[in-house]
């Protein structure tokens, strides 16, 4: 157990210990930070989203414990500087850092200051959700009833998706409808949404996962969201649209770690095709598999055909065909796409599991 007192409630919220790992560190990070320290309480090192997200790509999972990737010996400064708000500012600009520990004299931390409390952040972005599949591979729950109003516990799928995005500050929301669409429009006119702003997109036809972006009028002036509104996912979007920004991308896929294992024993053959050089017992591929949830630059639109369909995967082919950069964010937290029975049974019982959960108070955090 961490002992002494240690101050400013933002600090407290990110503290984890030097034993930590991924998983319990996400708990943590509120503020997108996680201050590691040791049981004498002194700062060992600090670990952002992006240090995990990265981690992650280079084969890190939830059990990795936070110092095999912190960085160790982060920019701090001292309880007996005197800064004010704006020099604390302009350091973290000049360091480009968002998160600044405070430490006294024995380098413990007292504090933690934040790139985002100098400065107003309006909201993040935009969004365009995919509301118009018929989702027919549900059937029959999807015959009179539009995949994205079927319910998880007491919300529906779309339901949980704005609140999700709602959450992060995203305030302006275009839905495509095509099956089933006045369901969907009737529905969202009826919860009570007065802080968001939700207009349609109306599908003539069947337009796939990207075409409905050509009926986007006007354009977007700045970067923006765009997801399948049948996804459950506790995403944190204002990460996703930092990375996005940070990165000067013009597409950003959020991806998911998935991992298979081949039942059998592989063989490797030499260069002649006949010689065994290898046999291993029941591999376990990984893989980064499209989560579908993207952000793109307004331009990225001109790659769309004009009211036809058009799909994500070729949208993204084109963009990479046309130079632009596209980069990968991985997906840490809890997601899940609902495409078939098995599926929604498997989200009906993580939601019930996560509500029992959120029940329960355990102490993840130092304090």
């Known amino acids: 157990m961490v002992t002494g007192k240690l101050s400013n409630e933002k600090l407290q919220q990110a503290l984890v210990l030097y034993t930590t790992n991924v998983e319990q560190?996400?708990?943590?990070?509120?503020?997108?930070?996680?201050?590691?320290?040791?049981?004498?309480?002194?700062?060992?090192?600090?670990?952002?989203?992006?240090?995990?997200?990265?981690?992650?790509?280079?084969?890190?999972?939830?059990?990795?414990?936070?110092?095999?990737?912190?960085?160790?010996?982060?920019i701090t400064i001292s309880e007996n500087d005197r800064f004010s708000s704006s020099e604390i500012m302009a350091l973290m600009l000049e360091k480009k850092i968002r998160h600044l520990p405070v430490v006294n004299e024995q380098n413990i931390p007292v504090g933690l200051e934040l790139l985002k409390d100098q400065y107003d952040e309006n909201d993040i972005a935009r969004a365009v959700l995919m509301a118009g599949g018929k989702g027919t591979r549900l059937h029959p729950l999807t015959i009179d009833t539009p995949k994205p109003l079927l319910r998880i516990g007491d919300k529906t799928i779309i339901d949980n998706v704005i609140e999700g995005l709602s959450s992060s500050g995203v305030s302006n929301i275009a839905v495509s409808v095509n099956y089933l669409g006045n369901q969907i429009k009737d529905h969202l006119r009826n919860q009570n949404k007065d802080n968001l702003n939700i207009e349609y997109l109306e599908e003539k036809q069947a337009l796939g996962t990207?075409?409905?972006?050509?009926?986007?009028?006007?354009?977007?002036?700045?970067?923006?969201?765009?997801?399948?509104?049948?996804l459950m996912t506790e995403v944190d979007y204002k990460a996703f649209v930092r990375f996005h920004r940070d990165g000067g991308n013009d597409v950003s896929i959020c991806v998911r770690k998935i991992q298979e294992t081949i039942p059998f024993g592989v063989v490797e053959l030499g260069a002649d095709n006949r010689e065994v050089i290898d046999v291993k017992e029941k591999p376990v591929n990984t893989y980064l598999v499209n989560a579908g949830i993207y952000m793109l630059e307004p331009w990225?639109?001109?790659?769309?055909?004009?009211?036809a369909p058009y799909d994500m995967v070729s949208l993204i082919q084109s963009a990479i065909g046309h130079g632009y950069k596209v980069a990968a964010f991985p997906i840490l937290e809890y997601w899940r796409d609902i495409g078939q029975h098995h599926e929604m049974d498997e989200a009906r019982r993580e939601w019930n599991e996560k509500k029992k959960e959120s029940n329960i108070e355990v102490p993840l955090c130092v304090h």
């Open 25 to 74: 560190a996400l708990k943590c990070m509120e503020n997108e930070i996680a201050v590691v320290v040791d049981e004498q309480n002194r700062l060992r090192g600090i670990v952002t989203d992006g240090d995990i997200r990265r981690a992650f790509l280079r084969g890190a999972g939830i059990h990795t414990p936070l110092h095999e990737f912190m960085t160790v010996n982060p």
């Open 210 to 230: 990207a075409g409905a972006l050509s009926l986007l009028t006007p354009r977007p002036e700045r970067g923006f969201i765009v997801m399948n509104a049948d």
């Open 300 to 307: 990225i639109i001109d790659l769309i055909p004009q009211n």
